[in-house]
């Protein structure tokens, strides 16, 4: 029984340090590739950082590509963290959104990244093509039930339509981005699109929707 016992401790710590590896691996890739692109970024580099041989890193990613789509799903699991899509009241999802454009403006070698990535990804051939038409989808389906639920409590404006509300989100907060990738000191993400969740949603007497807004602890840029 013992050495069952200490056999199953040895599993769960093998697994743990291949999930930290792991990791290791994803956040490695990420600043490569925000650094240098995806295209010219390499898996030695990748490799390099996290002290391992890129044959080692092929073990847990086989290529390329792999390697690229879980950076994108390991960023999304930061945003999915801060913004609260299935939350009772919307306004909380609509807050966290602008919570996370508050935490972009702390990494725009990410946010560059993406741009840059949902750029080329129009190309089928892309290997991040289907990541970031699912993303849009989830994304469009997600604020538009936001948006409905707002309608529901009698928060939204009568002539807000919750699936044209929430094209017009994403689509500001894509060209947010560029702007503010060209000039930091002439755009503020966080408070244009506040801008537009006012112009649309009731968030009480006296309120805004920065009135319940959390800052998230940024992290040093990646670039």
């Known amino acids: 029984m013992t050495d069952t016992i200490g056999a199953v401790g040895r599993v769960r710590g093998t697994y743990a340090k291949t999930a930290a590896k792991r990791i290791a691996i994803l956040d490695a890739a990420l600043e490569v590739f925000a650094e240098s692109g995806y295209r010219a970024g390499s898996l030695r ?29 390991h960023r999304d699991d930061r945003s999915r963290a801060v913004v609260d899509f299935d939350h009772e009241d919307g306004r909380v999802g609509l807050r966290g959104l602008i919570s996370l454009a508050l935490y972009n403006q702390s990494i725009p070698g990410v946010v560059e990244l993406y741009c840059t990535l949902s750029a080329e990804a129009t190309a089928p051939s892309h290997p991040a093509h289907a990541y970031f038409v699912d993303r849009y ?17 009698g928060r939204l404006r009568a002539d807000v339509d919750p699936a044209r509300a929430a094209i017009a989100t994403v689509a500001l907060m894509d060209g947010l981005q560029v702007q503010w990738l060209l000039d ?3 755009v503020d993400m ?12 009731d968030f009480g007497e006296g ?4 009135s319940g807004v959390v800052a998230i602890q940024p992290e040093e840029d990646a670039a």
């Open 45 to 73: 580099e990748v490799a390099s950082r996290v002290g391992m041989s890129e044959a080692g890193l092929l073990h847990h990613f086989p290529n390329k590509g792999v390697l690229l789509q879980a950076v994108l799903d």
């Open 184 to 186: 930091r000191d002439a």
């Open 137 to 153: 989808a989830y994304v469009r389906r997600s604020v538009g039930e936001t948006f409905a639920r707002l309608r529901d409590a």
């Open 190 to 201: 966080a408070r244009e699109l506040a801008g537009l969740f006012d112009s649309m949603v």
């Open 207 to 210: 309120e805004s929707v920065m």
